[in-house]
Each structure stands twice: as structure tokens, then as C-alpha cells.
């Protein structure tokens, strides 16, 4: 599976949309791009997942560049139960493939 | 999203004794549960793969001796913990992959924290 980047910290005021970014340069056809997040003490929570096109759900909106190099994690208004660790993770959909986590995005939400 | 629950959520034992993990899809049959370990500020890495009705697969490094998996049926995984040491301590995270819907995903479970004395 192709490896990813991410900063490895991020401040956003409640309120404000949080753009968490992400770089997987090397990311293959058939390669999903998985966004994960963990809570503190929590195991980790499924947000969103992509090919090429951008997706939204109740929880956040992903957007991933036409290369498909780079994706940014959007959650339009951040809450103080938004701040969390982000794992941006790639990998082959059609098998019972690995999710292999990085160190992720630890996102602080602040008043 | 499906839900994956563990059981018990933090466990303290002595050094030596046995300690076993329940995972359980409660939404979903999942043929293909995965176990995961954290230790403190470190990301999850991967123990093993557990596949309904036969053997699991281990991640290089992990003893299959030490942490036993069984995956009995579709809805249920268990770790044991065998001779736990004080070393053993740690964030024990499962996670069933979910085979609905047009990509697979998989769904975690809240974690058991494991303190050996």
C-alpha cells in the first residue's frame, strides 16, 4: 500500500471548517484513500473513503486532487468532540488488504 | 456505520495468568476480523489477521504461541493473552471488515486496556 503525509499536529478554532491534508504521491489505480480517526483512549472511528471523486457524508467532506497525489479532509464546522487523532491511510479495496496506520494529524479543537 | 464491540474494556492481571479479549461484529457478519496493539502516544500496528473457521495470520514479530486467536464464527473473534507479562501492557483494538456495500470497510472496536502487575 502506498505510503501517505500528514502533519503531525493542527490547531482550528470550534466553529471554523478543519482542513487536514494529506499526500500520497505514490498511490496506485486501485488504491482507495481510507480517513480514520481515533478519540483519545477510543478505537478508531471510520469518517470517509475515496477513488477519484470527491465524497461527503454527515461527518466530513473529502476532497482529493485529479493526480489523485494529494486529498484534504474537510469537517465543515469543528466541534471540541472533533479533536482527535486523523489517519489518512491508502490501500487496495477489493481484498481483505491491511489497514497500515501512520502517525496521523493530531487535530486540537479550541474555544 | 456497523458496530464492533469489545469486551471487557480494561482488564488488570497478574503476571503469568491468562487474559481473553472478546470481539463481536453486532450488525454485520465479518469472515475477516484483525487485532491491533498501542502502546502510549504510539499509533496502531497490526498483530494478526483472523479468518472465520481457519488459522490466523500473524504479523512478523508476533508470537502466535503467546496471543492465540480463534474465530469461531461470523460474529465473533477472541485474544487470549497467554503468561501475560508486564510488557503485555497495552491498548488491545480490534476491527472486523465489513463486506457490504460497494468497497469494503472496516469497523473498529473501542479497545481493551490491559494492565499486567
Known amino acids: 500500500d502506498a505510503k501517505t503525509t500528514q502533519p503531525p499536529s493542527m490547531d482550528c478554532a470550534e466553529g471554523r471548517a478543519a482542513n487536514l491534508p494529506c499526500n500520497h504521491s505514490t498511490i496506485s489505480g486501485n488504491e482507495y484513500v481510507y480517513w480514520y480517526r481515533q478519540i483519545h483512549s477510543q478505537g478508531p472511528q471510520y469518517i470517509i473513503h475515496?477513488?477519484?471523486n470527491n465524497e461527503t457524508n454527515e461527518m466530513a467532506s473529502l476532497i482529493i486532487t485529479e493526480d489523485r497525489k494529494s486529498s484534504t479532509l474537510i469537517l465543515p464546522h469543528a466541534t471540541l468532540r472533533d479533536t482527535a487523532v486523523y489517519y489518512c491511510?491508502?490501500?487496495?479495496?477489493?481484498?481483505?488488504?491491511?489497514?497500515?496506520f501512520g502517525t496521523g494529524t493530531r487535530l486540537q479543537v479550541t474555544l | 456505520g456497523a458496530v464492533v464491540s469489545q469486551h471487557p474494556s480494561r482488564v488488570i492481571c497478574k503476571s503469568g495468568t491468562s487474559v481473553k479479549i472478546e470481539c463481536r461484529s453486532l450488525d454485520f457478519q465479518a469472515t475477516t476480523m484483525f487485532w491491533y496493539r498501542q502502546f502510549p502516544k504510539q499509533s496502531l500496528m497490526l498483530m494478526a489477521t483472523?479468518?472465520?473457521?481457519?488459522?490466523?495470520?500473524?504479523e512478523q514479530g508476533v508470537e502466535k504461541d503467546k496471543f492465540l486467536i480463534n474465530h469461531a464464527s461470523l460474529t465473533l473473534s477472541t485474544l487470549t493473552v497467554t503468561s501475560a507479562h508486564p510488557e503485555d501492557s497495552s491498548f488491545y483494538i480490534c476491527?472486523?471488515?465489513?463486506?457490504?456495500?460497494?468497497?469494503?470497510?472496516?469497523?473498529f472496536g473501542p479497545g481493551t486496556r490491559l494492565l499486567v502487575l
Open positions: 475515496g477513488l477519484k
Open positions: 483472523s479468518n472465520e473457521g481457519s488459522k490466523a495470520t500473524y
Open positions: 491511510i491508502v490501500r487496495v479495496a477489493s481484498t481483505a488488504s491491511k489497514l497500515t
Open positions: 476491527s472486523a471488515r465489513d463486506p457490504a456495500g460497494e468497497v469494503e470497510t472496516q469497523y
